[in-house]
């Protein structure tokens, strides 16, 4: 298998950590970066270090502050200068879910400005270094929220839809570059993000899905993988649900 460098947005916890697992034992170069989780993302890189594996690297980086992706870039030049594959995987929700006019703008705007401008700021520095090397797979986080909506979630729900209209836009924009972009839209799995969504709601939502049960970071993950190093070049500009059967 020919091995690619890819870099995992958020990969200190939940999804974006197996995705560095899963990645990383394969022997694949990743980068990946944490914001808050630095003892988490630390241990991740131990892991693979103690296995005589220096093929795993992470930065601490705020991923919504553009100047601070900016730097991360220019001051790794040499790390970066391929990326076989970007994850905009990076993603808060609201911690309580809180009906819109309940929740303060300012706590509205984080979650939107978060979410949006994490997938912003990386695509616009990973494009450049893909577009010169005539090649390259985005693949962007979304959610089952953003397709449906999702009570108390209106700000998530925004941000993830505006995910998936940026991406089939700027996929269009692409043409003849090499550059695919599709978007993975997971339904309920089990991760910290999901801990704190309101009971009662996520038990209907299981209850009435057809598999009636949380999916597991490793489900996403192979579907992830497969759009990443498996998929032919003819699947482009999709947003592939991954839900148990909820919607
Ligand atoms: N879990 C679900 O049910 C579910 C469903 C649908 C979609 N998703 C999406 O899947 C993705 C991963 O979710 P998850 O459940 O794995 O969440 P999680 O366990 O809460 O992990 C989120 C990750 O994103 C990182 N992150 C968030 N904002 C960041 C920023 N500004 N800069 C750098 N890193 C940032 C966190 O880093 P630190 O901890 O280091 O700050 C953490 O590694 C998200 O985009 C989420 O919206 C999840």
């Given at each position: 298998m020919h091995m690619k460098t890819i870099f995992i947005t958020g990969g200190s916890r939940g999804i974006g950590k197996e995705l560095v697992y899963k990645f990383g034992k394969s022997g694949h170069k990743i980068f990946f970066t944490y914001n808050h989780s630095e003892i988490e993302a630390k241990k991740i890189v131990d892991f693979f270090q103690e296995r005589s594996n220096n093929n795993v690297a992470c930065f601490k980086c705020d991923l919504s502050v553009e100047d601070d992706v900016k730097s991360l870039f220019k001051n790794n030049k040499d790390l970066f200068s391929t990326i076989d594959v970007l994850i905009n995987n990076a993603g808060i929700t609201n911690r309580e879910a809180q009906h819109f006019l309940l929740t303060r703008s300012r706590d509205w705007w984080l979650v939107l400005n978060n979410n949006l401008n994490s997938v912003l700021n990386c695509t616009r520095n990973s494009l450049p270094i893909m577009i010169r090397n005539k090649k390259g797979r985005i693949i962007n986080i979304t959610s089952l929220s953003g397709i449906k909506g999702n009570p108390g979630q209106s700000a998530y729900a925004a941000s993830k839809a505006a995910i998936v209209a940026f991406s089939k836009s700027l996929c269009k924009e692409l043409q003849n570059t090499g550059i695919c972009i599709n978007c993975v839209a997971p339904g309920f799995i089990e991760t910290d993000m999901s801990k704190d969504a309101p009971k009662s709601y996520s038990e209907a939502r299981l209850d009435n899905s057809i598999l009636k049960r949380m999916g597991t970071t490793e489900e996403v993950c192979n579907v992830i993988n497969y759009l990443?190093?498996?998929?032919?070049?003819?699947?482009?500009?999709?947003?592939?649900?991954?839900?148990?059967?909820?919607?």
């Open positions: 990443a190093i498996d998929a032919p070049d003819y699947l482009i500009n999709q947003e592939i649900i991954i839900d148990g059967g909820i919607a």
